[in-house]
Each structure stands twice: as structure tokens, then as C-alpha cells.
């Protein structure tokens, strides 16, 4: 591939509380990650040319070169011929380049931010402006090619750039910022893949069936703790952000949604001192944040030393408020 002409990049996400019940309408909160993905679109050398476009993937995230052709995973030849679709018949000639460490199938946003990233990206290399209501349209449509029907959580924080409070509604989401918010810092410990996020929705709905009542009644548990959470993070109480995350984890536990691996990890981390520890996503596998005071160095050592890798990461910070996409 010949010199990028444009790049661009969109944060990783993680869920503070209310993955699942903002599905059932409960508040929740996210916030973009520094972690995240790049991405980069050059023209196809000529010989190339029309037979894009051609996705390099050549961080940990992706790996290889996909097409629309049949030896590409399903989930990303219906994603080129959306954005082909989208996009028309330039579309054909363009290589594009994924970069990034944020691991996929960790309920990190690693789809959320290749898919805004990919828009912003595209928008960028054909000098079109890009309105925001523009961008969440096409995340929403590849998010939904990636995850079947997703709340919009996901491409929302990954758009907006700050942390969020967001609800679902019948007139469409609400999503507020949460601002100002103290500097938090997170050790993210990487348990297995988990088994897709549309898989854990549709399980859990099956589970819910039988105790519609009580697990209602969690989810209005988990938004009375969006709720206090959101007031904590106001009032820079980072220890009772890390309380909350606590309670929100013995609820998700509570759904079924934890694995043996990702007590073991919350456990590590309050011994080594986190402030709070939870699964963040879809659950069932995936990650680990843990709320840390100080370096972190101590819980990846501590999570290593069990057979975890994990990364730091911290809130990621726009350098200016986009007014559009
Ligand atoms: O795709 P994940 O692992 O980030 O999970 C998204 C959060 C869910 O609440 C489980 C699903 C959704 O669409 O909100």
C-alpha cells in the first residue's frame, strides 16, 4: 500500500455499570478508553485498482488482509458490502489499514471503535464533512451487522468522546455527559473471548423468562447504582465508584454472567487494592477493569502471575469537542 492518505482514530470503551439492564431500559454508564483503533485508506496500487476495498489488519486486533471475497469472515465481507453499498463504486478501489491493540471479543468496543473509526476515515479520504447524526447512522448499521441489536451504547460513547450516562427510551436513546469527572485509571485483565454479545443477550433474555420478577428487579438494582455512581463521579468519590463497582458485579454474577476466571481476577484485585473490580460487556469471558489507585504495576503482576495479561489504560480525552462527526 502507497503512503495513507488519511487516518483516522476512535477510542475503545468500557462499561462502568449497566451492561444487560440498559438493554431492559436501566440506566448505565461508559466511558472511552485510550485504547483503541487507527485506521488508515490509500487508493489501491492501479493493478489493484476495483477490486477493493481490501482491509490489512496488522495490529493484534486484526490480522491478514480480508476482502469481499469468500475466504473473509461472513461478519466482515457483509461490513465492506455495507460500506460499498454506502459509499458507491470508489469504494472498490481503496486499502484500508487496521491498527490497534484493543483485544476483539472482550466487550472492550473493539467493533464499535473499528466501525467509527472506518466512517470517519472514509468520510475524511472522500473530503466529505461528516454530521454526527451521519456517523452514529452508519456505527449503528455495522454495529449491527457485528453484534445483531445492539443499545447503541457501545458507537455512542465511542463518538462522543467523554463519559456518558445512557438510557434507552421508545423515542430513542437519551445519552447525557457525566462531567466533570475525577482521573480514573483502570487495569484491564483479559480473561477468554467471550461467546458474542448478541449469543449473551439472547441467553440471557431465555434466562430472564423464568424469573421475570426478580430479574427486574436487578435491573433496577443495577440503575439505582448508575444512579449513585453517576453522583460519585460528580463529586470525585473515586472510592465509592470502586464500591459500586462491586455491587454491580454481584449483580451481574447474580444473571449469570460471570465465569469462575473472572471472580478469580475481581478477587486479585482486592487484594492487591483496586479500588473496585467488574466484568465490563457482554460477560461470560472477555475483561476484567479493576479501579486502581497508583501505577498498577503491582495488579498486572499479581494477574500475570495467575495467567492473565491485562493493559493500563485510562479515560480517553478528545483534544477538542467535535461539533460534528
Ligand atoms: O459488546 P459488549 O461486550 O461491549 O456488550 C455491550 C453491552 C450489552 O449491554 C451487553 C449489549 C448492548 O447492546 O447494550
Redesign the pocket.
Known amino acids: 500500500m502507497s503512503a495513507p492518505d488519511v487516518v483516522s482514530y476512535a477510542p475503545g ?1 468500557i ?1 462502568l455499570v ?3 439492564a ?2 431492559y431500559g436501566a440506566r ?1 454508564i461508559a466511558l472511552p478508553i485510550k485504547t483503541g483503533i487507527r485506521v488508515a485508506i490509500a487508493k489501491l496500487p492501479d493493478e489493484k485498482s476495483g477490486q477493493g476495498p481490501i482491509i490489512r489488519g496488522v495490529g493484534p486486533f486484526l490480522m491478514g488482509e480480508f476482502s469481499q471475497g469468500p475466504k473473509s469472515p461472513k461478519i466482515l465481507r457483509e461490513a465492506l458490502s455495507y460500506l460499498v453499498e454506502a459509499f458507491g463504486m470508489p469504494m472498490l478501489d481503496l486499502a484500508i489499514v487496521v491498527d490497534g491493540t484493543l483485544p476483539p471479543g472482550r ?3 473493539s ?1 464499535a471503535s473499528l466501525s467509527v473509526a472506518l466512517i470517519r476515515g472514509i468520510f475524511r479520504y472522500f473530503s466529505k464533512s461528516l454530521l454526527k447524526d451521519e456517523l452514529k447512522k452508519h456505527a449503528l448499521a455495522l454495529e449491527t451487522i457485528f ?1 445483531g ?6 458507537h455512542s460513547v465511542v463518538i462522543e468522546e467523554q463519559v456518558i450516562g445512557f438510557r434507552r427510551s421508545d423515542f430513542g436513546p437519551q445519552i447525557w455527559p457525566i462531567t466533570p469527572i475525577p482521573e480514573l485509571k483502570f487495569v484491564v485483565g483479559i480473561v477468554g473471548p ?1 461467546d458474542g ?1 448478541k449469543n ?2 439472547r441467553e440471557l433474555a431465555e434466562r430472564r423468562k423464568r424469573h421475570v420478577s426478580l430479574y427486574d428487579g436487578i435491573f433496577l438494582g443495577l440503575d439505582e447504582i448508575a444512579q449513585n455512581m453517576e453522583e460519585a463521579l460528580k463529586s470525585g468519590q473515586i472510592a465509592k465508584v470502586g464500591e459500586l463497582m462491586g455491587i454491580a458485579q454481584g449483580y451481574l454474577n447474580a444473571l449469570s454472567l460471570s465465569t469462575p476466571e473472572i471472580e478469580r481476577l475481581c478477587t486479585i484485585a482486592k487484594r492487591t487494592g483496586a479500588l473496585g473490580a467488574k466484568l ?4 461470560g469471558g ?1 475483561a476484567v477493569i479493576a479501579l486502581i489507585e497508583g501505577d498498577g504495576i503491582d495488579l498486572q503482576r499479581a494477574f500475570l502471575e495467575a495467567g492473565f495479561q491485562s493493559f493500563i489504560t485510562e479515560v480517553f480525552e478528545a483534544k477538542e469537542r467535535r461539533t460534528d462527526g
Open positions: 470503551k462499561i449497566g451492561e444487560h440498559v438493554v448505565a466487550g472492550l468496543g467493533s453484534h441489536q445492539p443499545s447503541g451504547i457501545d467471550h454479545t449473551a443477550v465490563t460487556g457482554a460477560g472477555g
